[in-house]
DNA sequence: TTGTACGCGTTATCAA
DNA sequence: TTGATAACGCGTACAA
């Protein structure tokens, strides 16, 4: 129970050469049955691990990739890194994880420490901030390092490279569209994660829904630590308001408490609608109703074509995957008929 | 902009030694002022990232820390691991993050291909089924192999290593007792994660505070994804309960609901208090009194911890830093003066 | 069937 | 002030 048993030190032991002994534990035909025994068996009794550090450099690849996320305490972000683990680790692969805090800066050093070789690809959700700029040098270096690049959910459509996204504009014009058949005319359109992309295309196929039906359009950005209350109470109060779609889980369920503690009820006051299939939308009373994205189907998905891009599976342009989606309908949107 | 640039290939291009230009990007003094300008614009201009493969194999160390968890999804782990990221990242190292899934043997398999080197300390919360059927060979290896490993939350006194976790037991005590104050005496320790250390001593603690003012035990064990809500309505129609300890907050959450959805008013007709401070018991309807772990602290100290360890700036013998939690008190329990 | 020698990219020691 | 060389641990082409 050595610290760091080396071939060398096997070879040592059993006074043969360094290669003998890892053709030997690789199973090579080369060596004679009765040696490869004798190697594997001490090798099994010591205890001996391959260092991968030689193997490593050796091979140039680490069987690594790098996950940068803006955010853990997401439940789409936690969700779809469960998805990445998962696959990653069916395929033989780890993961190295940073979480950008929606920091560019951040964002930008962990790029800067994970295109040195420690991974062998990058997948990223691009941060708030990232996207506001549209500031993608660091971006580019990646590419130019000759880093494989998954982008999902927040995607940039300029940066060359594979993408996973859900279609966040179909999505929110259909849930809009279910509120419209449920009788809602009033319907606005509330975020708390103002200038992401999957923000302004969510918006945008609000715009598109209520437009087509001619109705008023009304769009409320905010601070998740620091919710209008009064604002959306007011609306209540005034009947401007009578369906809200939330732009992810936490502003729907800071929608829906504001609403309940200004003394409406949902879905007869109001019907919220929001965007991630979470635990707290699933605990809340009332259950919320949502827009699934398949969080870990997303991770797995980024995941298994990191992999593929890396041993050249993936044709030479880039694949962008657009998942489709579905709404579950839970208690706090009305029902239609 | 080429893919790989080497040292060797800088070296050629600058006409000058390999080993010149690494001392000249290492802004050694050995090298003329006008030589290290030199190589470092070129450096600059080309995009040079050292190869960390290179610089590993030569210091036998990684710069990253593997990190096991049983879960993200649950709000504590998720912002454990945030807390070690940003310490990690503050100190300048990488996290390798596994989710071993409450399964023994994703964990063994995790640490398994942590071992080979490619990572210079290991953190780990034990999971479910490890605890259960104790089985610390795995864990034994890790140690066998050199590798520092720190334990935190769900901890196990028999290895032999740096440990850190919160005062399970006092806290499930005192919050017992502050119920008790509150004028509760039929209370109920009710738990969704069974069979894990962490609940363990949240149990004991209860029982003994019970015991201590000869109150009525009650434990109600059950599966998170099937909860007893008949039984619970039972208990609260026969009035044989006016208070309940969950032992982690989705546990909390869901008796909430439950205790909703009967017709029963918390908490006056019965007070809940659970563990985590997360978003959920935050946001909830009413909002849920909690037992604060500190949850990012934890993982902040572990990451120190293990960092501290292997830079050798602790006493040989291990530490267990026992964290001292508080608790927060919001709607879910009755006021007490 | 086994052993020798080399290269992966980096740093460090020592010689020029 | 600079350069040649060895070493980290592994795998492998080639020689024995």
Known sequence: ???????????????????????????????????KERVQTLAKTLNYVPNSLGRNLKFSQTKTIGVIIPDILSHFFAKALYGMELMASELGYKIIIAISNDSLNKERDSIQTLISGSVDGIIMSLSQETQAKMEIE??????????????????????????ISINDFTQAEQATMELIDAG????????????????????????NAV?????????I??????????????LLQQNKIDAAIAADELSAI???????????????????????????????????????????KQGCLAMETIIAR?????PETPVHYKL???????????NYS
Chains 1, 2 share one sequence.
């Open 138 to 163: 660091h971006l580019k270096d990646v590419l130019d390092h000759q880093i494989p690049l998954v982008l999902f959910d927040r995607v940039l459509s300029i940066i060359p490279c594979d993408k």
């Open 1 to 35: 129970m050595d610290k760091n048993l080396t071939l060398k030190e096997l070879a040592k032991l059993l006074n043969v050469s360094i290669s003998t002994v890892s053709k030997a534990l690789s199973g090579s035909p080369e060596i004679s049955l009765e040696t």
């Open 310 to 314: 890396i041993q050249g599976k993936l």
């Open 324 to 334: 489709k989606t579905s709404i579950i309908h839970r208690e706090s949107t009305r």
């Open 221 to 234: 950005k905010f601070d998740q630590k620091n919710f209008p209350h009064a604002i959306l109470k007011d």
């Open 211 to 219: 437009k087509k039906f001619g109705l008023p359009k009304q769009v």
């Open 254 to 296: 800071l929608i829906m408490k504001s609403v309940i503690q200004s003394g409406f009820i949902i879905p007869d006051d109001i019907s919220i609608i929001g965007f991630t299939n979470g635990i707290m939308g699933e605990n809340f009373l009332p259950s919320l109703s949502t827009v699934d994205q398949h969080e870990e």
């Open 184 to 207: 809602c005319n009033k319907i606005t359109y509330m975020t708390g994660i103002p200038n992401t992309s999957v923000d302004d295309q969510r918006k945008q196929g609000y715009l």
